[in-house]
């Protein structure tokens, strides 16, 4: 079965420095990957994704992320964080399966940002 | 607006009692999916639909039911067989079928409490 872990729980960054948040994740085929964000009390809200092709991926809101096979990675980056980036940030993987297409997500990773 | 409508927002459970969360989408998606949201674990899916009058089991449907009358409503019973049934409901839709467009779209959540 897919796995997909988050090793950071809580991370604390400056406004205007830069962000990294890991994911990993266990499949055995070329998965599908995306990223969602959670305000408090809200909805997820798809950040980017990957399916195929330019390991680099853009999303919105400046992030992007880079699919690493030979290291099981899907690691979310952004140059410069806003203090409206402060929230949630789920990694998932996707499988299509007969039933059709179930993800399976990370635990979460909290992001605090200081002003 | 297309979107993914949820309701109530807060919803309250007394104990040996069913209740039933509303799921209402009008993306003209096939696809809808009901997940659990504890702290600290992520979304873990609780049953998912791909057609009108089909559903099947996600990893945790014990305590649950649902049904899908309609293609654009997938409601939630939380029966009194779920006893921990504090948590974060969100449903999700998406098309059905593989490739770039499958991407699951998500409702602000409900939110239910034990009294």
């Known amino acids: 079965a897919q796995s997909v872990t988050q090793p950071d729980i809580h991370i604390t960054v400056s406004e205007g420095a830069s962000l990294e948040l890991r994911c990993n994740y266990s499949?055995?085929?070329?998965?599908?990957l995306f990223w969602y964000v959670q305000s408090p009390g809200q909805g997820l809200q798809l950040l980017l994704k990957?399916?195929?092709?330019?390991?680099l991926v853009q999303g919105i809101k400046g992030f992007e992320a880079e699919f690493k096979r030979s290291q099981s990675s899907f690691n979310l980056r952004k140059p410069s964080v806003h203090w409206s980036d402060a929230a949630e940030y789920f990694c998932?993987?996707?499988?299509?399966?007969?039933?059709?297409?179930?993800?399976?997500f990370g635990t979460g990773t909290q992001l605090k940002v200081e002003l | 607006d297309g979107g993914i409508t949820q309701s109530p927002k807060y919803l309250f459970r007394k104990e040996g009692q069913n209740v039933t969360l509303s799921c209402e989408q009008n993306l003209n998606h096939d696809a809808m999916y009901w997940y659990r949201q504890d702290p600290g674990q992520g979304l873990r899916l609780i049953y998912y639909s791909q057609i009108v009058n089909d559903f099947q089991k996600g990893d945790i449907a014990e305590g649950y039911s649902v049904s899908r009358e309609k293609k654009e409503s997938f409601p939630l019973t939380v029966t009194s067989a779920q006893k921990n049934p504090t948590a974060f409901y969100l449903c999700a839709s998406s098309i059905s079928g593989r490739g770039s467009k499958n991407i699951q779209y998500f409702g602000a959540g409900t939110r239910l409490s034990v009294l």
């Open positions: 990957y399916f195929s092709g330019d390991t």
């Open positions: 499949y055995g085929a070329t998965p599908y």
């Open positions: 998932a993987v996707g499988l299509f399966t007969g039933g059709g297409n179930k993800l399976t």
